[in-house]
């Protein structure tokens, strides 16, 4: 499964509308768009050194963390971010693909179902959240076809699971089950 970062910008109200601050923003996103993270980066760093709690600034540098695999720098951004502006739902879906991509499976849904509280009307958390909620239904039908090998049921109900999430994807799951039983 593909879990949605979301890349846009943030909707943070009209004091982040300023001129100069959309065309720097527009710019570091043709950066991105254009694959040349390095100097998206480097021009985040300079807008932020003159207004270091930009909030759409910061979101967009940990979509380029993690699109270029810095997932943990990325991820202790999000957290930032997210004590800095609760309010905002797109970090905590952000927080919670990251956390997915981990195997972290409960963190992700605690994190996409904050950002539906926050934003109900949020299609990527609903989409990343029937996914989590997907590979949660695969770790624990592993889990129980361990306990119950002979069950008629699981094998089927496993492999829909892993049809849906993808082989790569759930082949980790049963071990991901059985480290998180062993807690």
Same mark, same amino acid.
């Given at each position: 499964?593909?879990?949605?970062?979301?890349?846009?910008?943030?909707?943070?109200?009209?004091?982040?509308?300023? $001129?100069?601050? @959309?065309?720097? &923003?527009?710019?570091?996103?043709?950066?991105?768009?254009?694959?040349?993270?390095? #100097?998206?980066?480097?021009?985040?760093?300079?807008?932020? #050194?003159?207004?270091?709690?930009?909030?759409?600034?910061?979101?967009?540098?940990?979509?380029?963390? +993690?699109?270029?695999?810095?997932?943990? %720098?990325? &991820?202790?951004?999000?957290?930032?971010?997210?004590?800095?502006?609760p309010e905002l739902a797109e970090p905590h879906n952000n927080l919670a693909a990251?956390?997915?991509? +981990?195997?972290?499976?409960?963190? #992700?849904?605690? %994190?996409? %179902?904050?950002?539906?509280?926050l934003n109900p009307l949020y299609a990527p958390a609903h989409e990343n959240l029937?996914?989590?909620? @997907? &590979?949660?239904?695969?770790?624990?039908?592993?889990?129980?076809?361990?306990?119950? /090998?002979?069950? $008629?049921?699981? $094998?089927?109900?496993? @492999?829909?699971?892993?049809?849906? #999430?993808? /082989?790569?994807?759930?082949?980790?799951? /049963? +071990? @991901?089950?059985?480290?998180?039983?062993?807690?």
């Amino acid at each position: 499964m593909q879990f949605r970062i979301f890349a846009a910008r943030l909707l943070l109200g009209a004091a982040m509308t300023a $001129p100069v601050f @959309a065309d720097e &923003l527009s710019e570091v996103t043709r950066l991105q768009r254009a694959g040349q993270s390095a #100097a998206a980066l480097e021009r985040i760093e300079q807008a932020l #050194a003159t207004n270091p709690k930009d909030a759409q600034m910061r979101f967009l540098k940990s979509v380029i963390l +993690a699109e270029t695999g810095r997932s943990g %720098e990325a &991820l202790t951004l999000l957290q930032l971010i997210v004590q800095d502006y609760p309010e905002l739902a797109e970090p905590h879906n952000n927080l919670a693909a990251i956390y997915a991509a +981990a195997g972290e499976y409960g963190k #992700a849904r605690a %994190e996409l %179902e904050e950002a539906l509280r926050l934003n109900p009307l949020y299609a990527p958390a609903h989409e990343n959240l029937g996914d989590v909620h @997907a &590979l949660l239904a695969g770790q624990s039908y592993a889990r129980a076809l361990r306990l119950e /090998p002979t069950s $008629p049921s699981l $094998p089927k109900k496993l @492999a829909l699971v892993r049809q849906l #999430a993808g /082989p790569a994807t759930l082949a980790a799951a /049963p +071990a @991901a089950a059985a480290s998180s039983s062993r807690r």
